[in-house]
């Protein structure tokens, strides 16, 4: 698991300061063109990491490094775990980067309060509601790829990038299905009361999280079982 988990971050730290640089600018465009300081952290902390993924997958099958890779000491669950081990990584330093973005344009909002573009930003803002944006942002990212590992381990990126819109596709339907309006609005109305209590935004950020890596970890199991039968 360890090679596996330093093979892909050797990889990554090679489209990192390319990925860094656009991931910043279009957050921190975004942001001042929504006038919404909380889109910035979002925006880089989905678009930075998932972009490396598919790089890393898509370089993987290219180089034909998957056949290469099992003739070495490491077992295929040891591939599939350091592979979402490395891309957990990757959510963190995304979402890091996405704060430390968000913190750039705050001083320099608090450095031209005359810059029309740059107060507005300033304007309500709180810092549980970039927190719980953040979070938002990973636990989003994290089930983007619990959905669509599994394909990609099974078939391979070529085959997958076919089948990944349907994957999405049946799981919103199903997720429509399981989920009516009632239980979604007094799901809404839940949240609304978490927040209002105290220790609410913990709770809540401590929830989403712990959902968010359930279904990863879920995702991951499901992907050591699709990748022991897959013949290369």
Same mark, same amino acid.
């Given at each position: ?14 489209y $990192?300061?390319?990925?860094?640089v ?9 942001? #001042?063109?929504?006038? @919404?300081?909380?889109?910035?952290a979002? /925006? ?6 998932? !972009? ?9 099958e ?5 056949q ?6 490491? /077992?295929? %669950? ?6 979402y %081990?490395?891309?957990? $990584? ?5 979402i890091?980067? &996405?704060?430390?973005?968000? $913190?750039?344009?705050?001083? +320099? ?5 005359t ?8 304007? @309500? ?5 970039l927190?719980?944006a !953040?979070?938002? !942002? ?7 790829l ?9 078939? &391979?990126? /070529?085959k997958?990038?076919r089948?990944?819109?349907? #994957? ?12 009516? &309006? @009632?239980? +979604? %609005?007094?799901?809404?109305? @839940?949240?609304e &009361?978490?927040?209002? /209590?105290?220790?609410?935004?913990a709770?809540?950020v ?6 968010a +890596? ?5 995702s ?12 290369l």
């Amino acid at each position: 698991m360890k090679a596996m988990f330093l093979s892909d971050v050797l990889v990554a730290r090679k489209y $990192l300061a390319q990925q860094l640089v656009i991931s910043i600018l279009v957050g921190a465009f975004i942001a #001042i063109m929504m006038g @919404n300081l909380y889109a910035t952290a979002p /925006t880089i902390g989905v678009m930075m990491p998932f !972009s490396l993924a598919v790089t890393i997958l898509a370089l993987d099958e290219r180089a034909g490094w998957q056949q290469f890779r099992l003739a070495l000491p490491i /077992t295929r %669950a040891d591939v599939v775990i350091g592979r979402y %081990a490395s891309f957990a $990584l990757l959510c963190l330093a995304g979402i890091a980067v &996405g704060l430390l973005a968000t $913190l750039i344009l705050i001083v +320099a909002a608090q450095a031209a309060p005359t810059v029309p573009q740059l107060a507005v930003l300033m304007e @309500n803002f709180s810092w549980q509601a970039l927190l719980i944006a !953040s979070v938002a !942002s990973v636990a989003i990212l994290l089930l983007m790829l619990s959905i669509i590992m599994p394909a990609f381990v099974r078939f &391979g990126m /070529t085959k997958a990038v076919r089948l990944v819109p349907l #994957i999405v596709i049946v799981f919103v339907l199903i997720a429509f299905q399981a989920i009516d &309006g @009632n239980i +979604a %609005a007094e799901l809404v109305k @839940n949240v609304e &009361g978490l927040l209002q /209590t105290p220790g609410g935004d913990a709770a809540l950020v401590a929830g989403v999280l712990a959902l968010a +890596a359930a279904l990863y970890a879920v995702s991951a199991a499901l992907s050591v079982k699709l990748y022991a039968k897959r013949e290369l």
